[in-house]
C-alpha cells in the first residue's frame, strides 16, 4: 500500500505473477443493509519482492460510489503500470585488484554506505564472519598460497537479499630459473647455417603474463607472449630461428622472462635474465686485397705482404713457382733479399682453413738497376768526341803559332809565292 499512496481509497487488486490475491475489501450493500457493512478479510498474503525485478502491473478496476451513483459503478482501467523495485547494493573495492607474490601478505578493504543486517568475506583463504555492525571488512591473509583463490565481498541489505562484488586476484610468482641453449647443435656454428636457440622458462606463474624477450648484444631481437589462462607454475620454452654470418661471430645471445603484472604490480615489473649463451661462428678465409704487381730493382729487398681473415684461423701461405716460400697464421709476409731477375714472376698467396682456401696472386717485376747500354755508349761517344774536339783544338794552336814564325817575317815569300 504505501508504494502507491496515490491510489489510497480506491479498491487495489494486485497482480503478481498473474495471480489475483482474494481479498474482499467492502461489500457495498446499500443504507437498508446491516451497519456496518458486513466486512470478511482474507489470509494475508505474503508478497516477495525477488532480487531481480519483478514486473508489478497495477489497475483499477472500480470505484466505490455507494447505491447513489451510477450503476453499475464507473469502471476507469489504467494503464499498467512497471516499477522496478531495487534494493541499493553498493560494495566498493579497495584496491579493486591485487596482485600478490606466491607467499606475501595479501588484503582489501570491502566498505559499504547503505544499512545492512551483515556483510563479510567469503574465501578460500581469510574469510571473514559476517558483521552486522560495520560498513567496512576487510579480508587479510599473512601468506597468500591459494592459486586459484577468488575471494569476494556479500552484503544483506535485507534477510532476503544479498549482494556481493568479487576481488581480482593476481598470485605471481618469478621464474625459478631462465636458461638459453641451442637445440640439437653444441659448438661452433657454421655461417649460413640454421639454427635454434631455446629459452626454458621454470616455474613461473600466471603464464599468460609472461613475455620473453630474445636479446643479440643489447639489441632486442624478438619477443614472445604465451596465451594460457592456468593461474598454477608452469614451464615454458621459447625459441629464436637464427642463421649468423662471420658479424656474429663471438656475439652474445640472452633471453629475459617479464611478468607483465599492470600498474597494481611490482614496479618495475619482475624480470629474470638467462646467462649468455656465446656464439661462435666458422667461416671460410678471405684474404685481404693488395697490388696486383709489384716491383722491385735488381739487388734491392722487396716484401709482399698477405693477410686473411676466417674461423678457424687461417692458414696463410706464399709460394713461388709451385715452392713454398713462407707459412704463418693469419698473415704472413714474404721478404725477398736483393731480388735477382730470377726472383721475378707471379707469386701466390693462400689462405687455408676447414672450410676451403683463397688465393690471391700477385706479379713481381724485378727491374735493372744498371743504366741501360745504349745510354753508356752515347755518353761515352760523346767524352770521346768532346775530348777529340779539345786535342784538335789544342793541336790547331800549336800549328797556327808555328806558322806564324814562318810566315811573319816574310810577307814577301808569300806574296811571291801567290805571285
Ligand atoms: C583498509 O582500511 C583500514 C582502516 O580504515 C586502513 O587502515 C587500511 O589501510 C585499508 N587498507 C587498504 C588496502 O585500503
Ligand atoms: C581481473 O583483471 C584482469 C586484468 O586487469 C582482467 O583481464 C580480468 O578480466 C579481471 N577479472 C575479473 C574477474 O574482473
Ligand atoms: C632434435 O633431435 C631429435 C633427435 O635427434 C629429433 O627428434 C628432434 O626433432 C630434433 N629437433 C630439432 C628442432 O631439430
Ligand atoms: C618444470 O621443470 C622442472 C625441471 O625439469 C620439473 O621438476 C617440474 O616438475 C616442471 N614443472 C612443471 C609444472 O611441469
Ligand atoms: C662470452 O663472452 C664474454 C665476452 O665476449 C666473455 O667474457 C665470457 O667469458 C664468454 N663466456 C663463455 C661461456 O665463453
Ligand atoms: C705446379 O704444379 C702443378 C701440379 O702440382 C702443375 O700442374 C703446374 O704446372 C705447376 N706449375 C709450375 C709453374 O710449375
Redesign the pocket.
Known amino acids: 500500500m504505501l508504494l502507491f499512496p496515490k491510489l489510497a481509497g480506491l479498491v487495489l487488486i494486485v497482480l503478481i505473477n498473474g495471480e489475483t490475491p482474494d481479498s474482499t475489501v467492502g461489500q457495498t450493500v446499500g443504507p437498508d443493509g446491516p451497519q456496518p457493512p458486513p466486512t470478511v478479510t482474507s489470509d494475508p498474503l505474503d508478497i516477495t519482492v525477488h532480487e531481480t525485478p519483478d514486473r508489478v502491473s497495477i489497475s483499477t478496476v472500480g470505484q466505490t460510489v455507494g447505491p447513489d451513483g451510477p450503476q453499475p459503478p464507473p469502471t476507469v482501467t489504467s494503464d499498467p503500470l512497471d516499477t522496478t523495485v531495487q534494493a541499493p547494493c553498493i560494495l566498493t573495492l579497495q584496491p579493486p585488484k591485487v596482485v600478490v607474490k606466491y607467499g606475501d601478505k595479501a588484503s582489501a578493504n570491502c566498505s559499504t554506505t547503505t544499512d545492512h543486517i551483515g556483510m563479510g568475506w567469503e574465501a578460500s583463504q581469510g574469510p571473514v564472519d559476517m558483521k552486522d555492525d560495520v560498513q567496512l571488512i576487510t579480508w587479510s591473509v599473512d601468506s597468500l598460497v591459494e592459486w586459484g583463490i577468488k575471494p569476494f565481498c556479500f552484503m544483506n541489505p535485507n534477510p532476503d537479499k544479498q549482494c556481493k562484488v568479487h576481488l581480482n586476484v593476481t598470485i605471481y610468482k618469478t621464474p625459478?630459473s631462465v636458461s638459453i641453449s641451442t637445440v640439437n647443435h653444441t659448438g661452433p656454428m657454421i655461417e649460413g647455417g640454421q639454427y635454434e636457440l631455446q629459452c626454458?622458462i621454470?616455474?613461473v606463474a600466471p603464464a599468460e603474463l609472461l613475455t620473453v624477450s630474445w636479446f643479440k648484444g643489447d639489441t632486442l631481437v624478438n619477443k614472445e607472449t604465451f596465451a594460457n589462462s592456468i593461474k598454477?607454475?608452469?614451464?615454458r620454452s621459447a625459441t629464436l630461428q637464427i642463421s649468423p654470418s662471420r658479424a656474429d661471430d663471438g656475439a652474445q645471445y640472452r633471453c629475459e622472462a617479464e611478468l607483465d603484472l599492470g600498474p597494481e604490480g611490482p614496479q618495475p615489473p619482475p624480470t629474470v635474465t638467462s646467462d649468455p649463451l656465446n656464439i661462435t661462428v666458422h667461416y671460410g678465409p678471405e684474404i685481404e686485397s693488395g697490388d696486383e704487381s709489384v716491383e722491385v730493382y735488381e739487388g734491392r729487398d722487396v716484401t709482399l705482404p698477405c693477410t686473411a681473415e676466417g674461423n678457424p684461423e687461417p692458414e696463410v701461405k706464399w709460394s713461388f713457382n709451385n715452392q713454398s716460400k713462407t707459412t704463418g697464421g693469419r698473415q704472413t709476409t714474404l721478404t725477398i733479399s736483393g731480388a735477382t731477375p730470377a726472383d721475378g714472376g707471379e707469386y701466390t698467396c693462400t689462405a687455408t682453413n676447414t672450410f676451403g682456401s683463397q688465393t690471391r696472386r700477385v706479379f713481381l717485376v724485378v727491374k735493372d738497376d744498371r743504366p741501360p747500354l745504349p745510354l753508356i755508349i752515347s755518353i761515352s761517344l760523346i767524352i770521346l768526341l768532346i775530348v777529340i774536339f779539345i786535342i784538335c783544338i789544342i793541336i790547331c794552336k800549336k800549328k797556327k803559332q808555328s806558322g806564324k814564325y814562318d810566315v811573319q817575317p816574310n810577307d814577301k815569300g808569300l806574296q811571291m809565292m801567290l805571285l
Request: charged fraction near 25%; proline fraction near 12%.
Open positions: 625459478e626454458d621454470q616455474n598454477t607454475p608452469v614451464n
